[in-house]
Each structure stands twice: as C-alpha cells, then as structure tokens.
C-alpha cells in the first residue's frame, strides 16, 4: 500500500489553491473548478476538492473547514527566513518560530479554511 495523496475538502477550491502555491511556490494542476492537485515538490500529493464533490460518499461525509485532527508538515531551510516571507500571505498565526522539544525549529499557522500547517527545519 502506498499514501498517494491528501485531499483538502473546501468551499472556495481556487482560493485555498492560491494559498498553498503562495506558501511552496508550487503550481497546482486545475482538473476542474471543483478539483486541483499538486503534482511536484514541495507538495507533492496535495489535492483541493470542493465539498459538493464528496457528495458521492455520502450526505454530510466530508465538511470543508472543519479539521481539528490533521496538521501538514513541510519541511524547509530556514524557518526563520520562511515566516518573515509568510507574513503578508498568513493571516491566522498559531506559533512563532520556536525550537521543539525533539530539535526542529517550527512555525504553525492555518490555512483559510483552518487547516494546520506546520513549516520546520533542522538545524
């Protein structure tokens, strides 16, 4: 079995894309207006669908900006240089650059819809 992607369940697809290729610099492949996927570093394996698409699984299965269980970890060269660079695009700061307890120094903040991002290195 291989992970091949996470998938971003949204109401606003192209906002919440713009963000991510803000954040990585990354472009995202448009499949549709419900449906973008990340096919390179660094973020590889990311998809953002909208909700109306996970309809098929169900009513009510999937809802968008309610995630309080997952946080996405990109790893980077300079915490530091990426949070000052991050300033104008990240409105909902959850931690400053700080050094954890296992060495890797970190930032955390959340995507529009809420979604954890954690940004570290290892100095």
């Not at 009510?60 to 309610?66: D, F, K, L, R, S």
């Not at 307890?101 to 290195?121: C, E, K, Q, T």
Request: charged share 20%; net charge negative.
């Amino acid at each position: 079995m291989t992970l091949k992607q996470t998938r971003l369940v949204t109401t606003d697809v192209a906002k919440l894309t713009r963000f991510y290729e803000s954040v990585s610099h990354a472009t995202a492949e448009v499949l549709s207006s419900d449906y973008t996927q990340f096919q390179n570093e660094p973020c590889k394996g990311l998809a953002i669908t909208a909700q109306a698409t996970t309809q098929a699984y169900g009513d009510g299965v999937a809802v968008a900006a309610a995630n309080r269980s997952v946080i996405l970890d990109f790893e980077v060269d300079n915490v530091d240089a990426e949070y000052k660079r991050l300033q104008e695009i990240v409105s909902d700061w959850v931690m400053p650059p700080k050094v954890m307890p296992w060495g890797a120094r970190a930032i955390v903040f959340r995507d529009p819809d809420g979604n954890l991002v954690n940004m570290y290195s290892h100095p």
